[in-house]
């Protein structure tokens, strides 16, 4: 039986195309929705599609519903997906409203609104940060008062580390209420001091088929206030040792306590120096930061034809046991401007280029990207190991000794 999937921004942001083409790989009939004109899709998102709809706006719920109800009047539907934060709570309507499965809307709410997912985590006694909602300055000093200094304050709603402060005292939290005056609702928490770690699986009718930990260093809200840092995720190859077995433990916990149905997440956790897992967030979705590239070197598969098949078949086919510890490391450019330089990579290259398996760098004449809007920065270099010290001292030469510069 051929399954017909509804895909919600097929082409966008880029790895969608990965997954959209996955969709078709697997033999699935893709009907593709979004706001970009079809002649901006990459040629082989336009392949994969047996048609598309562009509309004026993916965020007005209601009227997407009413597109896809007029446009694919008579035609079956079996699915209807989106990988892309903002849009999932949009697809939970036009699940309702077709009567399709996958996260509802109240689901995916609390995979959305980090207040409500602490709320519902908090109910079934997993541990979180201390948390509060402020939606005014007021309620923001009312909370700080109760959860006391180190704390962290982020957007409701927000993806990744974007509009997310680390205060430790009243003189920063009163800077950061300025610079966040335009969110409207804010989560202010308690700081959690440990290594930050993600928890990421590939689930089918609510069976986990697949699950990865991966190691930020350093933290991400480091990574993103620093711009000299060159941030690396270890894809790890084990994750049944004990100091990383608890937070294989607590994400199990979460999937369920949330009711994930099909398809991938991505949550991350602290380990505390006590040894204690914390909860920090979790997605209904894929992870940035080429996280799914780099899960896919740990085994030498394709997580995303795997996420298709999961979603269309309720199953994985591939052999999933990881071989490697993998390591990416960003690169960020020194200087303004544009590339004009790139020091190091031959003799990295000369030393270590057997285990480098993917280099994608910005040329020389290229326009340096702002860090702050692009998680891979200026480039991207993969290395795996099946020794993890070998990795994350691989990864760490990389990130010390390969330089761009921008001028």
Same mark, same amino acid.
């Given at each position: 039986?051929?399954?017909?999937? $509804?895909?919600?921004?097929?082409?966008?942001?880029?790895?969608?195309?990965? #997954?959209?083409?996955?969709?078709?790989?697997?033999?699935?009939?893709?009907?593709?929705?979004?706001?970009?004109?079809?002649?901006?899709?990459?040629?082989?998102?336009?392949?994969?599609?047996?048609?598309?709809?562009?509309?004026?706006? $993916?965020?007005?719920?209601?009227?997407?519903?009413?597109?896809?109800?007029?446009?694919?009047?008579?035609?079956? $539907?079996?699915?209807?997906?989106?990988?892309?934060?903002?849009?999932?709570?949009?697809?939970?309507?036009?699940?309702?409203?077709?009567?399709?499965?996958?996260?509802?809307?109240?689901? *995916?709410?609390?995979?959305?609104?980090?207040?409500?997912?602490?709320?519902?985590?908090?109910?079934?006694?997993?541990?979180?940060? &201390?948390?509060?909602?402020?939606?005014?300055?007021?309620?923001?000093?009312?909370?700080?008062?109760?959860?006391?200094?180190?704390?962290?304050?982020?957007?409701?709603?927000?993806?990744? *580390?974007?509009?997310?402060?680390?205060? &430790?005292?009243?003189?920063? #939290?009163?800077?950061?209420?300025?610079?966040?005056?335009?969110?409207?609702?804010?989560?202010?928490?308690?700081?959690?001091?440990?290594?930050? #770690? @993600?928890?990421?699986? $590939?689930?089918?009718?609510?069976?986990?088929? +697949?699950?990865?930990?991966?190691?930020?260093?350093?933290?991400?809200?480091?990574?993103?206030?620093?711009?000299?840092?060159?941030?690396?995720?270890?894809?790890?190859?084990?994750?049944?040792?004990?100091?990383?077995?608890?937070?294989?433990?607590?994400? &199990?916990?979460?999937?369920? @306590?949330?009711?994930?149905? *099909?398809?991938?997440?991505?949550?991350?956790?602290?380990? @505390?120096?006590?040894?204690?897992?914390?909860?920090?967030?979790?997605?209904?979705?894929?992870?940035?930061?080429?996280?799914?590239?780099?899960?896919?070197?740990?085994?030498?598969?394709?997580? #995303?034809?795997?996420?298709?098949?999961?979603?269309?078949?309720?199953?994985?086919? %591939?052999?999933?046991?990881?071989?490697?510890?993998?390591?990416?490391? +960003?690169?960020?450019?020194?200087?303004?401007?544009?590339?004009?330089?790139?020091?190091?990579?031959?003799?990295?290259?000369?030393?270590?280029?057997?285990?480098?398996?993917?280099?994608?760098?910005?040329?020389?004449?290229?326009? &340096?990207?702002?860090?702050?809007?692009?998680?891979?920065?200026?480039?991207?270099?993969?290395?795996?190991?099946?020794?993890? %010290?070998?990795?994350?001292?691989?990864?760490?030469?990389?990130?010390?000794?390969?330089?761009?510069?921008?001028?």
């Amino acid at each position: 039986m051929t399954v017909s999937v $509804l895909m919600l921004s097929p082409g966008f942001p880029s790895d969608m195309s990965y #997954f959209t083409a996955a969709l078709a790989e697997v033999g699935a009939r893709v009907y593709g929705i979004g706001d970009q004109p079809h002649g901006a899709l990459t040629p082989e998102v336009r392949a994969a599609l047996t048609d598309y709809r562009q509309v004026r706006s $993916l965020w007005d719920a209601d009227a997407v519903v009413e597109e896809v109800r007029t446009w694919l009047e008579g035609k079956p $539907l079996d699915r209807a997906e989106c990988l892309w934060e903002p849009g999932m709570e949009v697809v939970a309507e036009i699940r309702e409203a077709f009567g399709l499965p996958g996260l509802n809307v109240e689901q *995916s709410r609390a995979f959305r609104d980090k207040e409500t997912m602490k709320e519902v985590l908090d109910a079934a006694g997993i541990r979180t940060p &201390r948390h509060a909602r402020a939606q005014t300055e007021q309620d923001c000093r009312d909370a700080a008062e109760r959860i006391g200094f180190p704390l962290i304050i982020k957007p409701i709603a927000g993806a990744g *580390s974007a509009d997310t402060y680390h205060l &430790r005292d009243e003189s920063e #939290f009163d800077k950061a209420l300025n610079l966040i005056r335009h969110v409207p609702e804010v989560s202010v928490e308690e700081y959690i001091d440990g290594e930050e #770690f @993600t928890f990421d699986t $590939l689930c089918a009718n609510g069976e986990i088929l +697949f699950h990865n930990v991966s190691w930020y260093r350093p933290k991400p809200l480091i990574m993103r206030q620093n711009a000299w840092v060159s941030p690396i995720s270890i894809t790890l190859k084990d994750t049944s040792v004990a100091d990383i077995q608890i937070g294989v433990d607590l994400g &199990r916990a979460v999937i369920e @306590t949330l009711g994930f149905e *099909s398809g991938i997440t991505h949550m991350e956790w602290f380990r @505390t120096p006590q040894g204690e897992a914390v909860f920090g967030e979790i997605g209904g979705r894929a992870p940035g930061g080429r996280l799914v590239h780099a899960m896919n070197y740990s085994a030498d598969i394709d997580l #995303f034809k795997g996420w298709a098949e999961a979603v269309c078949y309720a199953r994985l086919s %591939q052999d999933v046991e990881k071989r490697f510890n993998v390591g990416v490391v +960003f690169k960020r450019a020194e200087g303004v401007g544009r590339i004009t330089r790139i020091e190091g990579l031959e003799s990295i290259m000369a030393h270590h280029g057997e285990h480098i398996v993917h280099i994608d760098l910005l040329e020389i004449g290229q326009p &340096r990207r702002d860090y702050r809007q692009v998680a891979e920065g200026d480039g991207w270099v993969v290395v795996r190991h099946p020794d993890l %010290q070998t990795t994350i001292d691989l990864a760490d030469h990389i990130a010390t000794h390969l330089r761009l510069y921008a001028g």
